[in-house]
């Protein structure tokens, strides 16, 4: 009787931890709607950041920018809904890639007057 009961509980916590594994993965963002800034209260904070805003989207209950910051740099940002504070932001330099993301190296051209 004590190995049922011993398994019984070890099977219930197992049930128990499952069950929260959805509630552990959960959102980046995790604020009610009825608080979020509109669309474009969003828009109107990027451009005074000086951002170009490409693409506006939500993303794990944020809302996520892709655009190109105030020197030019491509970036990805990710907002609080609620403050619009930036939580994540990934930016690179465009500058050596094409418009197809692939690197170009430029090598000088060769002295002609030399050879």
Same mark, same amino acid.
């Given at each position: 009787m004590r190995t049922t009961m011993k398994l019984q509980l070890s $099977? &219930?916590?197992l049930c128990l931890a499952l069950a929260? #594994?959805?509630a552990l993965a959960g959102k980046d963002c995790d604020v009610p709607v009825q608080r979020w800034q509109?669309?474009? #209260?969003?828009m109107q904070h990027a451009a005074r950041q000086g951002w170009q805003v490409q693409r506006l989207k939500i993303d794990d209950g944020c809302y996520e920018?892709?655009?190109l910051d105030a020197q030019g740099r491509a970036f990805k940002a990710k907002l609080d809904p609620? &403050?619009?504070n930036v $939580?994540?932001?990934k930016q690179r330099d465009d500058r050596d890639h094409d418009h197809h993301g692939d690197h170009r190296k &430029?090598?000088?051209a060769p002295d002609t007057a030399t050879q």
């Open positions: $099977l &219930t916590t929260a #594994a959805p509109s669309r474009d #209260a969003v920018i892709r655009g609620e &403050t619009l $939580l994540k932001m &430029t090598d000088p």
